[in-house]
């Protein structure tokens, strides 16, 4: 029976996956008849079912094999094993009876199996990126790709370790199962060396979002969150202006502690989301590829000030750096009420689908009106990338193989993720699904955080810290050596592309 998709899920998949207007990628018409239609939509409309146009190949039984984290990585960064490369059986779990389904029908279709080889150590430039290097520079050909953390693929990339994805046969990165415009943001010299799909889902779930108690919403009476947003008025100053009302002694001692009621609580991370959702970035791509630096204008100035006053105005944002466990921390203050908004990776919607109290899903707030749409900040270390390394022998079958994992995902994994675990599962209300939209929409990412060119990244978190009212200072104390930085990268990337 023809999987049914919400409208929620159809505006993403027609809004974000695909190209905006530069492509008019689709499923192929052959596709219309490759499954048997519904006997009732309730939805209104039907999935579309994508099929890659790769040729018939029979590769004789040859063992596909993915490096991928695994599940004895470092305890904690157990939130971001990698979960969509295989899976031993159905058990009942949709995302991993999706990948089961996935992984047979390319199985089948190709004749091969896919194997894994599971890494373990730390995700943060630590053993799961040294023993990728280790491969690489033995050459044993162990692995035909691996799904790589973004940063440490970075790393890898401006080591030469890397193939460009662009440069591999039938990968066809304008088609809709690759993430169009979040590689747009990846890419270097015009060059794609790791880049995001729908093989997983750690790059949502490492995407972030304001998550709010509705409970302390209706007894404080605020205005509609989900109204601001459709009305352009989700800005800044509003929420700030609507979160202070939640702000409550609940102890009674007289002062606000970690048992009181903050208006808005996040981890020091915060700094970098509201700055990505301002629409403001540390560097840009010029239309060759070639970062430069953007960080200092007038606008972001005023930005940096605005986000000084969310983290140090008194009684309104409650840190929760000192936590043991992050995604937890947020999930307690949401349940214990003690909260109206959180700063919150995806993952915590399912963290918080346990519990009794409404809560509702937001994109983060624009600077001001004038902004053109709600940006959504990518994870740095979670989220995890299609990487091919440079020793692989076999570019044209690793390529029909890759091409047709990631369309299949399109048509399992993706639904599955996107309407089972957060539709149905951790959302609430036909509102948080609408906002999900505009938060996955709106996903990018920011080349200078990304490469951190002489520690240009931690500017604004590190200019809140010392209680500077203003960034520039800091910055100007470091340009210097992030522009030699930066050269040093474009002058790396240079001469990979020269080879």
Not at 197 to 212: A, E, R, T
């Amino acid at each position: 029976m023809k999987r049914i998709i919400c409208a929620a899920i159809l505006l993403f998949v027609l809004g974000s996956l695909l190209c905006s207007c530069k492509t008019n990628d689709k499923a192929p018409d052959n596709a219309e008849n490759s499954r048997d239609l519904p006997e009732e939509n309730p939805a209104g409309g039907e999935i579309l079912v994508y099929t890659p146009e790769l040729p018939e190949s029979d590769f004789g039984g040859y063992e596909f094999t993915v490096y991928q984290r695994g599940p004895d990585i470092n305890s904690g960064d157990r939130d971001w094993i990698e979960k969509c490369i295989y899976a031993d059986a159905e058990n009942g779990e949709r995302i991993n009876d999706a990948v089961y389904r996935r992984n047979r029908t390319i199985e089948a279709k190709y004749n091969i199996k896919i194997a894994t080889i599971d890494a373990t150590g730390g995700i943060y430039n630590d053993r799961v990126k040294k023993d990728f290097e280790k491969s690489v520079l033995a050459q044993d050909n162990s692995f035909d790709m691996a799904m790589s953390g973004v940063y440490d693929s970075s790393l890898l990339a401006t080591q030469g370790y890397l193939v460009n994805l662009y440069e591999i046969p039938y990968i066809d990165l304008a088609k809709p199962w690759w993430d169009i415009p979040v590689n747009e943001t990846l890419k270097i010299l015009g060059k794609l060396y790791f880049g995001m799909s729908c093989m997983g889902i750690n790059d949502k779930d490492d995407s972030f979002c304001i998550l709010f108690n509705k409970q302390v919403a209706q007894d404080l009476n605020i205005k509609n969150p989900y109204q601001l947003v459709r009305d352009n008025e989700w800005t800044f100053d509003n929420f700030m202006n609507v979160a202070r009302a939640a702000a409550l002694d609940l102890n009674g001692d007289g002062a606000m502690g970690p048992e009181d009621r903050y208006p808005y609580s996040g981890f020091d991370a915060e700094a970098w989301n509201l700055f990505i959702a301002s629409g403001e970035r540390i560097a840009r791509t010029d239309s060759g590829g070639v970062p430069y630096f953007t960080m200092i204008n007038e606008r972001s100035v005023a930005v940096y000030e605005k986000i000084y006053q969310i983290f140090t105005e008194s009684d309104f944002m409650l840190n929760t750096s000192r936590a043991p466990d992050l995604h937890e921390e947020t999930y307690k203050l949401l349940y214990q009420n003690q909260v109206l908004f959180a700063g919150a990776a995806m993952t915590v919607v399912q963290k918080a689908r346990a519990m009794e109290q409404d809560f509702g899903m937001l994109p983060y707030p624009k600077f001001d009106a004038a902004q053109d749409k709600h940006y959504t900040i990518c994870g740095l270390w979670g989220p995890t990338a299609v990487t091919v390394p440079v020793t692989n022998p076999e570019l044209e079958r690793t390529g029909i193989i890759i091409e047709a994992m990631v369309a299949e995902g399109m048509n399992t994994i993706f639904p599955a993720y996107y309407d089972i675990n957060l539709v149905t599962k951790g959302l609430r209300d036909e509102d948080s699904k609408e906002m999900l939209d505009i938060i996955m929409a709106g996903r990018s990412y920011d080349v200078g955080m990304l490469y951190d060119w002489g520690g240009i990244r931690d500017v604004i978190l590190s200019s809140i810290q010392s209680k500077n009212a203003s960034f520039v200072a800091t910055y100007e104390k470091r340009e210097g050596a992030a522009l030699k930085a930066m050269q040093k990268t474009i002058d790396e990337f240079t001469k990979i592309a020269d080879r």
